[in-house]
């Protein structure tokens, strides 16, 4: 039997089955689970939020969570060391204990990767969170680290000097929708859908640019757009009026189920500046839709040329090119476009949440390894 502890925010909520969180909640939230249905593991979640949120083979211990107090620690570290726990595992806190599990870029990343006025900015006003974190990581540099990408892997490589060994690179999941693939049918026009929630970083901008050069160039499609801020983006809503596409631009509030949006696209785009991973890929892939995946998300490491589209992100030509490449295949190859779905049905079948959390638990008492 493994003592397992899991160092956490916010999360009983997610596990009880609040409202829908971030990825890096949404990835601690699904291994919990998978902990707790594990014969041969007996865990522990250390959480500051009520603790009678009732998790099924779960012992949840509250402790009043305290930003930049280590004080937070300390009170872990005493039950840690009297109870002797096999693996202690942080996720979504800026403290780092024992192993850190890494599901974002950190703050130094973020903003050595943003616009000069943007990095000017957070220099200014978020300098305490900056040295905060490289605080946290000077401390920590001894401690094992699970990263969900290559990509976050070398970011804390460069920015914290963290050894290369101490991190294990672990890819998050998606959960099984179909046993076999869905009929893929052809549209008169292809159909792109992208999760923008109307952010710079997620690249929504940035994509109805591109998707208005390639309208002006004489190719259809169609848009869904989920952006919950759009009726106060006027740069989102003049991209649409000046290139003429409000009849194929269809804006979504957020969703709280995802099953219509994944179904009734054909191709899902992630156009984002920096993306830690980016499960909206996996789980377009488990309806067997094939992605266009920004260079800079950490997703674009499981994508090759026969389940989905990688695109440089810096380079706006090959952007253009990718989506014109894809509506070229869907409109004249649909039997390509339809490998393409079976392919990418395929990759999210392997990605499952069990063997994720099993390879957690070998990361947390092995060395540095891509699983």
């Not at 060391?81 to 693996?87: A, G, P, S, T, V």
């Not at 850190?100 to 978020?126: A, E, M």
Request: aromatic share 12%; with cysteine; charged share 20%.
């Amino acid at each position: 039997m493994k003592k397992v502890a899991i160092v956490a925010k916010n999360i009983c909520q997610v596990i009880a089955g609040g409202a829908q969180y971030g990825g890096g909640i949404v990835v601690t939230g699904n291994l919990i689970r998978e902990f707790a249905g594990m014969k041969d593991v007996d865990l522990t979640v250390f959480t500051e939020i009520d603790s009678s949120v009732p998790i099924n083979n779960v012992r949840v211990i509250e402790i009043p969570y305290r930003y930049r107090n280590d004080s937070y620690i300390d009170e872990i570290d005493k039950i840690v060391e009297k109870e002797k726990f096999d693996i202690v595992l942080t996720a979504n806190i800026p403290q780092l204990y024992r192993t850190g599990l890494l599901q974002c870029h950190s703050p130094q990343y973020k903003c050595n990767n943003v616009p000069f006025f943007s990095r000017i900015f957070r220099n200014i006003f978020g300098h305490k969170k900056l040295a905060f974190s490289k605080k946290c990581f000077k401390c920590a540099k001894d401690c094992r680290f699970i990263a969900v990408s290559e990509i976050i892997k070398k970011d804390y490589q460069e920015n914290f000097g963290i050894p290369s060994e101490n991190i294990r690179v672990v890819y998050p999941a998606c959960t099984k929708i179909f046993d076999t693939l869905p009929e893929i049918k052809k549209n008169a026009n292809i159909t792109f859908g992208i999760v923008a929630n109307s952010s710079f970083n997620k690249g929504g901008h940035l994509l109805l640019f591109v998707l208005g050069l390639v309208k002006l160039c004489g190719y259809k499609f169609n848009v869904k757009i989920i952006a919950p801020r759009y009726k106060r983006d006027l740069v989102m809503q003049g991209l649409v009026n000046i290139f003429g596409m409000s009849k194929c631009v269809e804006v979504l509030p957020k969703q709280s189920d995802m099953k219509e949006f994944y179904s009734t696209i054909d191709v899902l785009i992630l156009p984002s500046i920096h993306e830690a991973f980016g499960l909206v890929v996996l789980e377009a892939m488990a309806y067997g839709k094939p992605c266009i995946v920004s260079s800079n998300a950490g997703v674009s490491e499981i994508i090759n040329s026969q389940n989905g589209f990688v695109f440089n992100r810096g380079k706006l030509s090959d952007f253009i090119q990718t989506i014109i490449r894809v509506i070229k295949i869907y409109n004249n190859e649909f039997s390509i476009y339809q490998n393409y779905c079976m392919k990418a049905f395929e990759t999210s079948g392997i990605y499952s949440w069990e063997r994720f959390a099993n390879n957690i638990l070998d990361s947390c008492l092995a060395g540095s390894k891509k699983v």
